[in-house]
């Protein structure tokens, strides 16, 4: 690809990238500082002296802390256990671990409640009388839930970083006399902090930022929780502008600290393959005991699923005292199917997604020959800058596409237009910004798969065709592409998918029910007393199944390689 052309698209790319990304972000920042034409720090240092904000920050902090804590402690031996052993089904538990990415931890939050409600089955089971387990444990209950769907993202990357030690460097230990946990915690876990800060991260800011998993387990005391409360106020109130901001502030210095600690200690290795990895196999009781520990946090895990499954199943009023729900029926399954805000929630979650996609499909393959197929200044920096969106919380994005909105809607040019209305306020159509945020936060998902598909994709070809007078759009359409094609469908399925199922964009910026994606479909119909959370449970078992195939599709064209898609 010539020189000019590389300048081309990487100004291209990264102007729409500084517009759509660092625009919102600088909206928000704006709101909590310029306040009627004046800089002032008062709403700032307002957010830490309200009591009700800074208990909801630290209570924020906690649930971070706990959830990345818990997931640590589940993921870290599985991955170990996985990379040493081959054991007697190994294959499926593989596939197995990575099952509680196929639902949002929100969703599973309906079937959680459903199971350890004071009529629920826990209590049936164990002859209790009506104990509110989730009542007394809320904080407990979000970590929990987010830690069971996010593991796997902690456990793909432990796993990568296990296979690109250099077993030479444990056997040197060993001969040395360092053996046992003390090798792990000397040798082993400084190789591995690099690839477990970057499941960390994600794991860290997803949890401190999350919205729905708190909303459905009535855990109003958390900042995500507030800063969705005072949605009503944007624009008027500076207030919840300073509280996104802090949060904003919040993950960026908590991911700088990570990375001056954790994320820079990486050791010298003569090479990824200097002595083959091999690992031991085991069978008998021996291979048990190491398949128990995968099996039981399978089981674990999926108690969230199973229980959505069982109350959409369950015929209402059914499920009452025990332990699985007395009378049996599909017939929530239709009433979701036939439900009006149902049928277009899951239409418009299709049209967004597949648009997001789309856009993802242009700037990732843009900036994926920029960074792999061009030596010009400044693509290191556009490859930062893409990733940049697994670093920043979901709220923060949606709070600033939501002030944008508010801002230019409130402009005479867009009061007096419908055209223009219809297009920039979200009160009247959010499909503009829906489109927008999933396109934004999903596309590190396809810029990772384009540049893996071009490093593993020799530019020799590419090069035979220019010398044969193709163009570079011929040559883009009629080599590279179909090259790089699994690449390309790995990470089309992963942000089609979890852009259908994502949760802070839909809540915040769908105001209308006939624009609704399918999780606000899911939050709204779970607050109906009566057939709500049968309706909401069954439409969520349509998107686990969804997501579950997408996953698994990825996970076969990519193999190991899928853990680099979620690295900060």
Same mark, same amino acid.
Request: proline share 5%; with cysteine; net charge positive.
């Given at each position: 690809m010539n020189r000019a052309l590389s300048k081309t698209i990487f100004l291209t790319t990264s102007l729409v990238f500084v517009f759509l990304f660092l625009a919102p972000l600088g909206i928000v920042i704006k709101g909590g500082f310029w306040v009627n034409g004046e800089f002032t720090f008062?709403?700032?240092?307002?957010?830490?002296?309200?009591?009700?904000?800074?208990?909801?920050?630290?209570?924020?902090?906690?649930?971070?802390?706990?959830?990345?804590?818990?997931?640590?402690?589940?993921?870290?031996?599985?991955?170990?256990?996985?990379?040493?052993?081959?054991?007697?089904?190994?294959?499926?538990?593989?596939g197995l671990i990575l099952v509680p990415m196929i639902l949002p931890p929100f969703v599973g939050a309906i079937g959680f409640q459903q199971i350890l409600g004071p009529y629920g089955g826990l209590n049936a089971l164990l002859g209790l009388g009506p104990?509110?387990?989730?009542?007394?444990l809320q904080y407990w209950g979000v970590i929990t839930l987010q830690a069971l769907a996010l593991y796997p993202i902690m456990y793909l990357n432990a796993s990568a970083a296990l296979a690109n030690i250099d077993p030479a460097m444990e056997e040197a230990a060993a001969n040395l006399g360092?053996?046992?946990?003390?090798?792990?915690?000397?040798?082993?876990?400084?190789?591995?902090?690099?690839?477990? #800060?970057?499941?960390?991260?994600?794991?860290?800011?997803?949890?401190?930022?999350?919205?729905?998993?708190?909303?459905?387990?009535?855990?109003?005391?958390?900042?995500?929780?507030?800063?969705?409360?005072?949605?009503?106020?944007?624009?008027?109130?500076? #207030?919840?502008?300073?509280?996104?901001?802090?949060?904003?502030?919040s993950s960026a210095i908590l991911y700088s600290i990570g990375k001056f600690v954790f994320g820079n200690k990486s050791y010298a290795m003569q090479s990824k393959a200097a002595t083959v990895s091999t690992s031991s196999a085991v069978g008998g009781w021996r291979g048990i005991l190491v398949l128990l520990p995968f099996v039981l946090v399978i089981l674990v895990a999926v108690t969230p699923h199973l229980g959505v499954?069982?109350?959409?199943?369950?015929?209402?009023?059914?499920?009452?005292?025990?332990?699985?729900?007395?009378?049996?029926?599909?017939?929530?399954?239709?009433?979701?199917?036939?439900?009006?805000?149902?049928?277009?929630?899951?239409?418009?979650?299709l049209v967004y997604s597949t648009l997001a996609v789309a856009f993802n499909a242009i700037m990732g393959i843009s900036i994926a020959f920029v960074v792999v197929r061009s030596d010009i200044r400044g693509r290191g920096l556009l490859d930062g800058l893409s990733m940049l969106p697994l670093a920043v919380p979901g709220l923060v994005m949606a709070f600033g596409y939501l002030a944008i909105s508010a801002t230019v809607s409130n402009m005479d040019?867009?009061?007096?237009?419908? #055209?223009?209305?219809?297009?920039?306020?979200?009160?009247?159509?959010?499909?503009?910004?829906?489109?927008?945020?999933?396109?934004?936060?999903?596309?590190?998902?396809?810029?990772?798969?384009?540049?893996?598909?071009?490093?593993?994709?020799?530019?020799?070809?590419?090069?035979?065709?220019?010398?044969?007078?193709?163009?570079?759009?011929?040559?883009?359409?009629?080599?590279?592409?179909?090259?790089?094609?699994?690449?390309?469908?790995?990470?089309g399925l992963l942000a089609f998918a979890f852009s259908m199922l994502e949760v802070s964009d839909g809540?915040?910026?769908a105001q209308r029910s006939d624009f609704y994606p399918i999780t606000k479909t899911i939050y709204e119909l779970f607050q109906l007393i009566g057939?709500?959370?049968?309706?909401?449970?069954?439409?969520?078992?349509?998107?686990?199944?969804?997501?579950?195939?997408?996953i698994i599709s990825a996970s076969l064209i990519l193999g190991k390689k899928l853990g680099a898609i979620f690295r900060a």
């Amino acid at each position: 690809m010539n020189r000019a052309l590389s300048k081309t698209i990487f100004l291209t790319t990264s102007l729409v990238f500084v517009f759509l990304f660092l625009a919102p972000l600088g909206i928000v920042i704006k709101g909590g500082f310029w306040v009627n034409g004046e800089f002032t720090f008062r709403y700032l240092i307002g957010v830490f002296q309200n009591p009700i904000y800074s208990e909801g920050l630290l209570n924020s902090l906690m649930l971070a802390v706990g959830t990345t804590t818990l997931v640590t402690i589940i993921a870290i031996p599985l991955a170990w256990l996985t990379n040493k052993y081959e054991f007697p089904g190994k294959k499926w538990i593989s596939g197995l671990i990575l099952v509680p990415m196929i639902l949002p931890p929100f969703v599973g939050a309906i079937g959680f409640q459903q199971i350890l409600g004071p009529y629920g089955g826990l209590n049936a089971l164990l002859g209790l009388g009506p104990v509110d387990w989730l009542g007394k444990l809320q904080y407990w209950g979000v970590i929990t839930l987010q830690a069971l769907a996010l593991y796997p993202i902690m456990y793909l990357n432990a796993s990568a970083a296990l296979a690109n030690i250099d077993p030479a460097m444990e056997e040197a230990a060993a001969n040395l006399g360092c053996k046992g946990f003390a090798k792990f915690r000397r040798i082993t876990l400084p190789l591995m902090m690099p690839g477990l #800060f970057a499941g960390g991260t994600i794991v860290f800011i997803w949890s401190f930022t999350e919205l729905g998993t708190p909303l459905i387990m009535n855990y109003t005391k958390c900042a995500a929780v507030q800063v969705f409360d005072a949605l009503k106020e944007i624009g008027t109130n500076p #207030f919840p502008y300073a509280l996104v901001f802090v949060m904003l502030a919040s993950s960026a210095i908590l991911y700088s600290i990570g990375k001056f600690v954790f994320g820079n200690k990486s050791y010298a290795m003569q090479s990824k393959a200097a002595t083959v990895s091999t690992s031991s196999a085991v069978g008998g009781w021996r291979g048990i005991l190491v398949l128990l520990p995968f099996v039981l946090v399978i089981l674990v895990a999926v108690t969230p699923h199973l229980g959505v499954i069982a109350t959409s199943l369950a015929k209402p009023g059914s499920w009452y005292q025990s332990v699985l729900p007395a009378q049996l029926t599909l017939n929530n399954y239709a009433e979701a199917l036939g439900n009006e805000i149902t049928i277009s929630s899951i239409r418009n979650s299709l049209v967004y997604s597949t648009l997001a996609v789309a856009f993802n499909a242009i700037m990732g393959i843009s900036i994926a020959f920029v960074v792999v197929r061009s030596d010009i200044r400044g693509r290191g920096l556009l490859d930062g800058l893409s990733m940049l969106p697994l670093a920043v919380p979901g709220l923060v994005m949606a709070f600033g596409y939501l002030a944008i909105s508010a801002t230019v809607s409130n402009m005479d040019w867009v009061k007096n237009s419908s #055209f223009w209305q219809t297009l920039l306020d979200v009160r009247t159509n959010p499909t503009l910004f829906l489109v927008i945020a999933y396109s934004v936060r999903r596309l590190p998902y396809m810029v990772r798969s384009a540049v893996a598909g071009l490093q593993q994709t020799s530019v020799t070809l590419e090069e035979a065709a220019a010398n044969l007078g193709a163009g570079f759009l011929t040559t883009l359409r009629r080599i590279t592409v179909p090259l790089i094609t699994a690449n390309l469908i790995a990470g089309g399925l992963l942000a089609f998918a979890f852009s259908m199922l994502e949760v802070s964009d839909g809540l915040m910026l769908a105001q209308r029910s006939d624009f609704y994606p399918i999780t606000k479909t899911i939050y709204e119909l779970f607050q109906l007393i009566g057939l709500g959370q049968y309706i909401a449970s069954a439409l969520g078992v349509w998107a686990m199944a969804f997501l579950g195939v997408t996953i698994i599709s990825a996970s076969l064209i990519l193999g190991k390689k899928l853990g680099a898609i979620f690295r900060a």
